[in-house]
């Protein structure tokens, strides 16, 4: 497995692994019909990163497959400390470490940004995606109710965070 930042070039590959990992799961903010984005403004999106200079979206490979995606998005003015992390691991990689290598260099790429503490939204059931998330500091700080509805069904999350001023 290979860890490296998304470049335009992966936009096309990237939007058939939403596809995947989409339909594989309803942990994610979408299904199997992904990202409504073409090619052009997927690589639109992932230059977005690139130019940014403090977000930043890494690609987990196996070989020429991407297995996992995860970023970092840094924001602005007074909450410049402040980074939000997105996560997602195709299912037959999971357990396998591809999310924690995902995770371990993300929190690296906050540190280098000045990011001081990083947050993240998790289904109240994902248990496998909390107990990464607690292997590495995070901690629950409160419950968006309702945050997802997927036909009738209303789910609820958990707010997490990762204070890095106290590692």
Same mark, same amino acid.
């Given at each position: 497995?290979?860890?490296?930042?998304?470049?335009?070039?992966?936009?096309?590959?990237?939007?058939?692994?939403?596809?995947?990992?989409?339909?594989?799961?309803?942990?994610?903010?979408?299904? &199997?019909? !992904?990202?409504?984005? %073409?090619?052009?403004? $997927?690589? #639109?999106?992932?230059?977005?990163?690139?130019?940014? +200079? *403090?977000?930043?979206?890494?690609?987990?490979?196996?070989?020429?497959?991407?297995?996992?995606?995860?970023?970092?998005? &840094?924001? !602005?003015?007074?909450? %410049?400390?402040?980074? $939000?992390? #997105?996560?997602?691991?195709?299912?037959?990689?999971? +357990? *396998?470490?591809?999310?924690?290598?995902?995770?371990?260099?993300?929190?690296?790429?906050?540190?280098?940004?000045?990011?001081?503490?990083?947050?993240?939204?998790?289904?109240?059931?994902?248990?496998?995606?909390?107990?990464?998330?607690?292997?590495? +500091?995070?901690?629950?700080?409160?419950?968006?109710?309702?945050?997802?509805?997927?036909?009738?069904?209303?789910?609820?999350?958990?707010?997490?965070?990762?204070?890095?001023?106290?590692?």
């Amino acid at each position: 497995m290979e860890i490296r930042q998304a470049l335009p070039q992966d936009a096309e590959r990237l939007i058939q692994y939403l596809r995947i990992v989409g339909g594989e799961t309803d942990n994610l903010t979408f299904g &199997a019909e !992904g990202f409504p984005a %073409s090619i052009d403004e $997927e690589a #639109a999106f992932i230059r977005s990163y690139l130019d940014d +200079g *403090r977000s930043v979206m890494l690609l987990a490979w196996d070989d020429d497959q991407i297995i996992g995606c995860g970023s970092i998005s &840094a924001m !602005g003015r007074r909450m %410049s400390h402040r980074g $939000e992390i #997105a996560i997602s691991v195709r299912k037959s990689y999971w +357990g *396998r470490g591809a999310g924690s290598a995902l995770m371990s260099s993300l929190i690296e790429q906050a540190g280098r940004a000045d990011i001081e503490i990083i947050s993240l939204e998790v289904r109240c059931d994902n248990k496998r995606a909390i107990h990464l998330y607690e292997k590495f +500091g995070f901690r629950r700080i409160g419950t968006f109710p309702a945050f997802f509805r997927i036909g009738n069904e209303y789910i609820d999350f958990d707010i997490m965070v990762l204070d890095l001023r106290k590692i």
